[in-house]
């Protein structure tokens, strides 16, 4: 492609490090998306003929079909997908082929092509957050008032429900969400006309190809155009974040599904047996979600160093962008699959939740709440008092609803009988009415606020 400066082919070792056709044939089609709108562009400015960009059209269309039918012939020594394209375009129309490139270069067409493709990859992103978040809303509906042990530090807190547990989940996909729009709205500008850094002495429209290509506009600055990669990186973060997200929920599915804890059923489907213990069915699925984070927040952390201190505009090193992206978004698109999958099928188990909920003195924050509401005793007091009850509660191995109420008497002598009402956990979550609150009826208040913004 530029022989005409060079006397020697470059070394083995070269072409293999400098290829990068291994991993960016994946954006093909963007690739052709590209050129097609810019030849149209060129043509429809006088700067190649209509026959030129016809033929260069009739070219483009042949080498897709190729690509998607696999039999497009890549090449390593072509380095890329730009000059593997633009190779066979030429093989395939001749002449023509040479005035594509016109008033362009490989630094603003594989700007626009990663665009493209990272623009895609938001969307693929956003429909699969909507169907994870349809799937925790249905759980979260079915169990408004499915009372589970809410856990600080793991240690049994107070009695929340299991679909208020899920709803926090629809809150943080929902942010993940909210971050990818906004990530995919700064970066619908269109790069291509930068040309290699300080724009082009062709008379272009750049607005023409942006419009085309699905763009709000171009992009303002040619240097910027073919610099920035942010655009990856913001997705990367969003990626990074949403699968941190993915982890704790897969976390929470290996635990509930333990036996000691047994809050949930989960089908074969989403688990593995031993090839030693007979017996054992392993969350697979959920322990890969889980580890797989780590791919996601190292090609984050891959990238963004790889950026840093890239004098301005562009340099090599930004073609290692390529495969940090592609490995994250696939990535993250198993692993936000497979979650989706395993929130529909699995079952919780209310009866075994429920034995839990009240277990470690869960509803001790009840009864200093009600010794503050019916004695009107300071909280920091009735936090005492309560202390002292549950001592003797535990002294004794009971629970809280089983201590004899002359127990507690010892203790605080005002206490009267009307207290067991709010030492049973159904009453205890119940109660909790606060905007946000674990409450039935405020954790369906939620479900409807989040079914109407889907
Ligand atoms: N394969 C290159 C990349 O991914 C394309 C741009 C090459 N530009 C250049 N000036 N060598 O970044």
């Keep these: 492609m ?59 269309r042949r080498i897709l079909e190729e ?12 380095e890329d997908i730009h000059m593997n394209v633009e190779n066979r375009l030429r093989e395939l129309i001749g002449e023509a082929a040479g005035r594509l490139h016109t008033a362009r270069s490989r630094n603003d067409q594989v700007a626009l092509d990663v665009r493209l493709w990272v623009r895609d990859a938001h969307d693929r992103t956003e429909a699969q957050l909507g169907a994870l978040l349809r799937a925790l809303l249905q759980k979260a509906e079915t169990h408004a ?45 269109c790069p291509l006309g930068a040309a290699a850094l300080a ?8 607005h023409r190809v942006a419009n085309a290509l699905g763009f709000d ?6 240097l910027d155009s073919v ?40 089908p074969d489907r989403w688990t593995t047996g031993s090839s030693i213990m007979p017996q054992k069915r392993n969350p697979d699925a959920a322990e890969l979600v889980r580890g797989k984070t780590g791919r ?31 490995d994250a978004a696939d990535t993250l698109e198993i692993a936000l699959a497979a979650m989706t999958g395993m929130v529909e099928d699995l079952e919780p188990v209310p009866e075994r939740m429920a034995a839990l909920a009240g277990a470690g003195y869960a509803t001790a924050t009840d009864l200093a709440d009600w010794l503050v509401r019916e004695l009107g005793m300071p ?8 202390g002292r009850i549950v001592a003797e509660a535990e002294r004794r191995g009971l629970g809280l609803e089983d201590l004899p109420l002359s127990i507690m008497q010892t203790v605080e002598p005002r206490i009267t009988a009307d207290v067991k009402a709010v030492l049973g956990v159904e009453n205890s979550v119940r109660s909790r009415t606060s905007f946000g609150g674990t409450a039935p009826e405020r954790v369906l208040e939620q479900v409807a606020w989040w079914r109407e913004r889907l």
């Design 2 to 60: 530029w022989g005409g400066r060079f006397s020697a082919s470059p070394s083995a070792l070269m072409e293999a490090i400098n290829a990068s056709i291994g991993f960016d044939r994946r954006m093909a089609r963007q690739d052709i998306e590209g050129s097609l709108a810019h030849s149209d562009m060129l043509a429809v400015q006088g700067i190649i003929t209509e026959a030129d960009r016809d033929a260069i059209h009739d070219g483009l």
């Design 67 to 78: 690509i998607e039918a696999g039999t497009f012939p890549f090449r390593t020594e072509l």
């Design 145 to 189: 008032a499915t009372v589970m042990p809410g856990f600080t530090h793991l240690q049994s807190a107070q009695p929340v429900t299991f679909g208020h547990h899920m709803m926090a989940y629809v809150e943080m996909f929902g942010r993940d969400c909210a971050r990818i729009r906004d990530s995919r709205a700064r970066l619908n500008e």
């Design 199 to 206: 724009g082009t002495s062709f008379p272009v429209d750049r």
């Design 217 to 222: 506009g171009p992009t303002r600055n040619s």
């Design 227 to 266: 610099a920035d990669r942010d655009s990856i990186l913001e997705f990367l973060s969003t990626a990074a974040i949403c699968a941190v997200h993915l982890s704790r929920l897969a976390e929470e599915i290996v635990i509930w599904m333990s036996a000691p804890f047994g809050f949930i059923r989960l």
């Design 296 to 326: 996601v927040i190292g090609a984050l952390v891959a990238t963004a160093t790889m950026m840093k201190g890239l004098a301005l505009t562009y340099s090599k090193d930004m073609q290692e962008d390529k495969e940090q992206l592609f």
């Design 379 to 386: 909280f920091r007091d009735a936090h005492h008092v309560t």
